[in-house]
């Protein structure tokens, strides 16, 4: 069984321009979130769908973040425009429930100059 | 107060040592306490959950949760340099935002041949 995907692994970007990050969940799994951690800081939650709706998107940082999944199967994460303070590593997961078991990609390293 | 406190460490010992990774969280409503391992450029991926207080264990690890105390433990028997990695704490309510996993920053985990 395939896991989580995400496309890029890395990007690096100029203040101002726009990034779209991809996830590919594990097939079959509803819910998918978006995570991210900032150099020196924890992982925090930024978003959760359940297929194509947004049910919770209280952690995204401000509305230069959109994030959809259209038809409940991939998500893109959308950054316009790209400031210093957004670079880090965004990490998609995907479970089959809520609850403890999510499965998380490799992460997608984004680097803001 | 950050909601869980992890030591980040870095942590180094010889390979068949005893190890005790360890985090405090602070939100009573936390019922889900998970310990992830996260390889260099990989996500975090699952070791091991429990559901409020008391022991779990799976081969060399072991979960502890006090709930009294809001400590949450892993500990590694017979450490392998395999399992140098980060070791991150998280926790989850029960109820209706059980999804947004909150992350201690993680403990980075060194075992020397």
């Known amino acids: 069984e395939a896991g989580v995907t995400q496309f890029p692994s890395h990007s690096v970007i100029e203040k101002g321009q726009t990034v779209t990050l991809r996830c590919d969940p594990i097939s079959g799994h509803d819910n998918l979130y978006w995570y991210r951690r900032v150099m020196g800081k924890e992982i925090k939650f930024l978003l959760h769908f359940v297929k194509e709706s947004k049910q919770d998107e209280s952690g995204m940082p401000n509305n230069r973040f959109l994030a959809e999944r259209t038809g409940g199967t991939y998500s893109t994460l959308k950054v316009q425009p790209a400031e210093l303070e957004d670079s880090g590593v965004y990490f998609c997961a995907s479970s089959q429930r809520t609850g403890p078991r999510q499965y998380f990609g490799p992460g997608t390293r984004l680097l803001v100059l | 107060q950050k909601e869980v406190e992890q030591d980040p460490g870095p942590l180094s010992v010889p390979e068949g040592a005893i190890v005790s990774l360890n985090c405090t969280y602070s939100?009573?409503?936390?019922?889900?306490f998970m310990w992830y391992r996260q390889y260099s450029r990989k996500g975090p991926e699952l070791l091991m959950y429990?559901?409020?207080?008391g022991n779990k264990e799976d081969g060399r690890f072991t979960a502890q949760v006090d709930k009294s105390s809001k400590y949450i433990s892993l500990f590694i028997r017979d450490s392998q340099p395999s399992d140098s990695a980060t070791y991150l704490c998280?926790?989850?309510?029960?109820?209706?935002?059980?999804?947004?996993?909150?992350f201690g920053k993680g403990t980075l985990l060194t075992v020397n041949p």
């Open positions: 939100n009573s409503a936390f019922q889900y």
């Open positions: 429990t559901y409020s207080s």
């Open positions: 998280a926790s989850l309510n029960s109820g209706g935002s059980n999804y947004k996993l909150t």
